[in-house]
């Protein structure tokens, strides 16, 4: 490990494990080898599971059962992906190629 450490000493070191793991030689570091293997095989967590559930919980607190199932999905799809940007265009080409948007009752 102290070989390792002294290697980078004088250079900038890489930023990455996988990146680390392309300069490591197994033959001349094999514990330092092993241990990048596991590091840059290691799952990383998000954030987006708990702020999906978040949003899903305010969208239901706010709507609550006024609203189906496919408008709820919609929403908090849109609520989820923020960083998607909407373009009215297609929204208003999709609506209006829709032929039924209105419902008639007979009494």
Do not use: M
């Given at each position: 490990?102290?070989?390792?450490?002294?290697?980078?000493?004088?250079?900038?070191?890489?930023?990455?494990?996988?990146?680390?793991?392309?300069?490591c030689?197994q033959?001349?570091?094999p514990?330092?080898?092993?241990?990048?293997?596991?590091?840059?095989?290691?799952?990383i967590?998000?954030?987006?599971?708990?702020?999906?559930?978040?949003?899903?919980?305010?969208?239901?607190?706010?709507?609550?059962?006024?609203?189906g199932?496919?408008?709820?999905?919609?929403?908090?799809?849109?609520?989820?992906?923020?960083?998607?940007?909407?373009?009215?265009?297609?929204?208003?080409?999709?609506?209006?190629?829709?032929?039924?948007?209105?419902?008639?009752?007979?009494?």
């Amino acid at each position: 490990l102290n070989l390792w450490i002294n290697k980078w000493q004088d250079k900038e070191g890489p930023s990455s494990a996988l990146e680390s793991l392309t300069f490591c030689r197994q033959s001349s570091y094999p514990k330092v080898h092993v241990l990048l293997k596991i590091l840059a095989t290691f799952p990383i967590t998000t954030c987006k599971p708990e702020r999906t559930f978040s949003s899903l919980r305010r969208l239901k607190t706010y709507l609550r059962n006024s609203t189906g199932e496919e408008r709820l999905t919609g929403l908090a799809l849109r609520s989820i992906h923020r960083d998607i940007p909407i373009i009215a265009k297609e929204v208003i080409n999709r609506f209006a190629a829709e032929q039924t948007r209105r419902l008639e009752f007979l009494i």
